[in-house]
């Protein structure tokens, strides 16, 4: 049987593709960002829990280690902020298992950038004025969403009062899934699934669609605060574009011992899930009792960001290796 060597991308994407990178650098460059590169292998993954991280067995001068290939490089250029680092951006390589699909593939570039001393109003603007730069044609208004109001509007329940049971009820209902298949999930799982099959497809169809105040349970590595509601939510925001998710930002947390409660916790769900442990980043931690800056930070997916650009029906088109071709 004949083996499909070719390239998932045309070599005329290929090249566009470049100059659309040029084009981000160029970005950064003109605002005194400092570009960096930090290694895809840590001494700890992401430990949340809708995240599947991949690991190697790599034999090292302290014997043989469980390295964790990194989701994004997130703990790493937070340390690299904690050292004194200032604005710093990175195309990073980085790795999710079982993703893949018309928006995902297990092995993929995200642009991350942190600010220190940004608001995360400031870096909402500064992530739209970058996505408006690369795309050919201006998308239309930036508009801001409360993720409750959303919530109210395509699924008329409310996010934070809604009982868990019928939460599960009406996430089975609108994903066209046995409601006993959701009988174990907690409230994150069934609104992230409300979220992807109901509310995502709206979002950024005629606009750059901009969404905050999410639950405080799905902070992750952002702050918290309360709303106008007096509800505590997570300091951060998505982007949407398409009804697809570009970006993710944070106003991030810096507190070590909050951080590693976090950890805890996710590791904690994981082995009521029956997933496997992840190795918590003791030296991300470290950092943050050395004292990382305030600030917010922001994940792109800059292949799904070339993909609307280059208007690809799928994120393999501007791969030059798609996964399951590499």
Not at 66 to 90: C, D, N, V, Y
Not at 169 to 190: F, K, N, V, W, Y
């Amino acid at each position: 049987m004949a083996i499909d060597w070719q390239p998932s991308a045309s070599l005329e994407t290929l090249r566009a593709r470049a100059r659309l990178m040029a084009k981000v650098r160029a970005f950064f460059a003109q605002r005194d960002v400092l570009e960096v590169e930090t290694p895809v292998l840590g001494q700890g993954g992401s430990t949340d829990v809708h995240l599947v991280s991949l690991h190697a067995l790599a034999r090292t001068d302290k014997g043989q280690r469980r390295l964790w290939l990194q989701t994004s490089p997130e703990f790493h250029m937070k340390r690299l902020l904690a050292a004194g680092s200032g604005p710093i951006f990175q195309l990073a390589k980085s790795f999710r298992d079982g993703e893949i699909g018309a928006r995902h593939n297990i092995e993929f570039t995200m642009l991350e950038w942190y600010r220190p001393q940004f608001s995360l109003d400031q870096l909402i603007d500064e992530t739209a004025t970058l996505i408006m730069s690369v795309l050919p044609s201006f998308p239309g208004p930036l508009v801001h969403y409360r993720y409750r109001e959303l919530f109210h509007t395509y699924v008329e329940v409310d996010p934070f009062t809604t009982s868990l049971e019928r939460l599960r009820a009406i996430a089975a209902e609108r994903a066209h899934m046995p409601a006993q298949s959701l009988a174990d999930e907690g409230r994150d799982t069934c609104l992230d699934l409300l979220m992807s099959v109901v509310i995502e497809p709206q979002l950024g169809q005629h606009e750059l669609s901009v969404v905050v105040d999410y639950p405080a349970s799905q902070a992750a590595l952002a702050r918290r605060h309360q709303d106008a509601d007096g509800e505590w939510v997570a300091s951060r925001f998505e982007v949407y574009l398409n009804g697809i998710e570009l970006a993710n930002g944070y106003d991030e947390l810096t507190e070590a011992a909050e951080q590693r409660a976090r950890f805890a916790h996710d590791n904690a769900e994981r082995r009521r899930l029956g997933l496997q442990e992840v190795d918590v980043d003791e030296r991300l931690l470290a950092a943050l009792e050395h004292g990382m800056p305030e600030g917010a930070g922001v994940a792109l997916g800059i292949d799904r960001l070339i993909q609307l650009a280059l208007g690809k029906a799928r994120l393999e088109d501007v791969l030059a290796f798609s996964t399951p071709n590499c």
